[in-house]
């Protein structure tokens, strides 16, 4: 288990390195640009540095960048070991030996089991991964395990119960999913601090989305204070729940290096007044019409046309709550692509009505979501 005092003592923000820089007109990584953004992270007394075997290009770069010009004991960095993308079991367990030799390091801070949802646990238990990060534990290949998370409160209770075990967990929590039933992250967090867990956050920025968000969220951001930037408030609301070790800020340029640390070097948690505002931002975004799906695919297993409803309904909420249609557009099409059908291609069955456990009227959601997004 992880030390209280240790935990206290982390610095709170977390370098997440899956949206690096790239070179100009490329999509290669920009090794230098990252190794002087590493430099000015470490300068201000920062540490916690995040990867994962599936992050393209992000484990070699963080070699290249930072573990071979700095010293071992300066950082802690980590990998997570993901059961979806490997052919069977033996493949899944061979993902620590690549991330080691990528990341340059003969042991992982901290080792995750990746993206653990109602969709996949099964695969994970199955291939007895549980065991196995244990196993690498004792071997002295990672120091600390846990698991990221994108499945229920429900789900996360459950496992937690099962896996007393586990040292930290990795939770999607930002204040526009705080409240918001198909992330629910209050739900999640709430459950990760009945079991005492030390909480990883990620995503506070809703994947950049809080940096710019809705018009009257950000009139009611610069109201209260015109020189703070948006994504201060999205990252020092998380930063100032208690129980959370590290918020992962997945830094793209040295720009967004130079914010974050303005207010997370020196880290103050959001004042009393301040949380309300953040609660007023919290109402605006719930005032405004959105699918309430939780997420939990029961409603999937048995659509004849293998529609991914969520999947389809995340992204039409992208657009009703942020406005973005051309990020929802994106991301409807990735959810639509081969197997999958488009949301069009419902044949009005209604046996994904039946298992809704929020009685959500998924056949004329379908029909609005393929007027706007097809
Ligand atoms: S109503 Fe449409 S989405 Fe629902 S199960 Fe039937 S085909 Fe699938
Ligand atoms: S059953 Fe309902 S809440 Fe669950 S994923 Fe399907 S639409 Fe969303």
New binding site residues.
Partial sequence: MLDEQFVKQMPKLGFGLMRLPRVVDSDVIDVEQTATMANMFFDAGLKYLDSAYVYEGSEEAARNAVTSRHDRNTFYITSKLNAGVAKDEADAKNQIHVSLEREGVDYIDFYLLHALSENNVAKYDAWNLWDYVKQLKEEGKIKHYGFSFHGTAKLLDELLTKHPDVEFVQLQINYADWNNPSVDSKGVYEVARKHNKPIIVMEPVKGGTLAAPPVKVAELLKKADPDASYASWAIRFVASLPGVMVVLSGMSNLAQMEDNLSYMKDFKPLNEEEMKVIEQAMDILASIDQIPCTGCHY?TA????Q?Q?PDIFKAMNMDLIFNKKEEAKKRYDSATKEPHAKASA????????VQCPQHIE??SW?KRVSEVLE
């Fill in positions: 409603c048995g659509c004849p046309m529609i409803i419902c044949v009005q069955c209604g046996q994904c009505e998924i056949r379908l």
